[in-house]
C-alpha cells in the first residue's frame, strides 16, 4: 500500500520510501498512480511464484510514471481527493445503514420471540 508519511520512519525490506523530483511531480500524484498500480503490482509480485506476496524495490524502480505538467497533476490529483471523499461518504453511509438494518432486525425477532406480537397474524397479510 501507498502512503504519506509525516514522520521519519526506517527504511527497510518491508517499506520502500520515494521522494519525487518536485520539479517533475507534484507529492500528491505519485501517491495516487502508486495507489492505481498497487492491484497490478500485487498481482505481478504474485506470478513470480513467491509466497511472500510483497512488491520489490525492483518493481517500483520500472513502475512507469506519467508526468503531466504540474498543474494537471494538481488538478487530477485534486479531482480524485474530491472523488474518493465522496465514495467514502457514501460507503460510511451504507454501512451505517446495514448496521441499523440489522439492529432493527435483531429487535423485531427479538419481539417476535417474546410474544410482543403475533406473526401469524402478519404472515397472513
Known amino acids: 500500500m501507498a502512503t504519506r508519511l509525516a514522520f521519519t520512519a526506517t527504511v527497510n525490506q518491508h517499506l520502500a520510501y520515494i521522494k519525487p523530483a518536485e520539479e517533475r511531480l507534484t ?5 495516487r498512480v502508486l495507489e492505481a ?9 504474485d506470478s513470480t511464484g513467491s509466497t511472500k506476496g510483497a512488491i520489490t524495490c525492483e518493481q517500483l524502480g520500472n513502475l512507469r510514471i506519467p508526468a503531466p505538467a504540474l498543474t494537471e497533476q494538481v488538478a487530477i490529483a485534486s479531482f480524485l481527493d474530491e472523488e474518493t471523499s465522496k465514495l467514502d461518504k457514501l460507503k460510511s453511509d451504507s454501512e451505517r445503514g446495514i448496521t441499523l438494518l440489522k439492529e432493527r432486525r435483531s429487535a423485531l425477532i ?5 410474544s410482543q406480537f403475533d406473526v401469524r397474524a402478519i404472515a397472513k397479510t
Open 37 to 45: 498500480a498497487y492491484l497490478h503490482l500485487r498481482t505481478e509480485s
Open 110 to 114: 427479538a419481539a417476535a420471540v417474546t
Open 27 to 31: 507529492e500528491p500524484y505519485p501517491l
